[in-house]
């Protein structure tokens, strides 16, 4: 079983829906990553939470530790956010991130 | 500001030719990490460095061998390419440990060996 889950694999939404993403882990964190790879293009690092709630424009980050949880919502959905979104958790005792095999969201006008 | 650049972004390679892949970052970034992403897998770390003239070991280290001559700089190679290495190589870099801090990405090598 790997460590770090998301759901759905893939998400498919009309725009201007209301979307969420959802990650679990399984191992003691010191910070949760929210990662969004375009097609074709680099990753890009959304959000870095250890308690509570982000937010940044449209996207809300939320963590709840004792659940091992995290959500990752888009407000508003846009083509543009069309995008692999990833979840990755850094340990206590590393210098190493751990990977979720990511979210492809597909956002139509 | 570039951030963190790869070098080169597309390349064929022949099993057995040798490659460098070239990471530079202009952020004064002590930790710089080499990771492959594969379909249906998530990045796994390669092999990392938290300062100039130091390497370590991560995941999946095998086939591989890295430089940090220069802080900026981080070079992977591949001794003996085999079409198990066919993969998207993807550089990062962060300032602190990445418990503490986030972690810059470049744009990504995609690697066809055939």
């Known amino acids: 079983k790997n460590e770090v889950e998301q759901s759905p694999q893939n998400l498919t939404a009309q725009e201007g829906e209301f979307i969420t993403i959802n990650c679990s882990y399984s191992?003691?964190?010191?910070?949760l990553h929210w990662l969004q790879q375009h097609p074709g293009g680099g990753i890009v690092s959304l959000f870095m939470l250890s308690s509570g709630k982000k937010k940044h424009g449209r996207l809300i980050a939320t963590i709840n530790i004792q659940e091992k949880h995290s959500s990752l919502h888009i407000t508003a959905s846009h083509p543009r956010d069309s995008a692999v979104y990833i979840c990755?958790?850094?340990?206590?005792?590393?210098?190493?991130?751990?990977f979720g095999t990511g979210t492809r969201l597909q956002v139509f006008p | 500001n570039a951030g963190v650049t790869q070098t080169p972004k597309f390349r064929v390679l022949k099993t057995g030719q040798s490659m460098t892949l070239l990471c530079a970052q202009d952020m004064n970034h002590e930790y710089m990490y080499w990771y492959r992403q594969d379909p249906g897998m998530g990045l796994r770390l390669i092999h990392y460095s938290v300062g100039e003239g130091t390497t370590a070991k991560g995941e999946v280290p095998d086939g591989y061998n890295v430089s940090r001559l220069k802080k900026q700089n981080f070079l992977l190679g591949l001794e003996s390419a085999a079409p198990s290495q066919t993969s998207v190589y993807f550089c990062?870099?962060?300032?602190?440990?990445?418990?503490?801090?986030?972690?810059?990405f470049g744009q990504g090598t995609r690697l066809t060996v055939v």
């Open positions: 191992v003691g964190i010191s910070a």
């Open positions: 990755a958790v850094s340990t206590y005792n590393t210098d190493k991130l751990i």
């Open positions: 990062a870099s962060s300032y602190a440990p990445v418990m503490n801090t986030e972690a810059f």
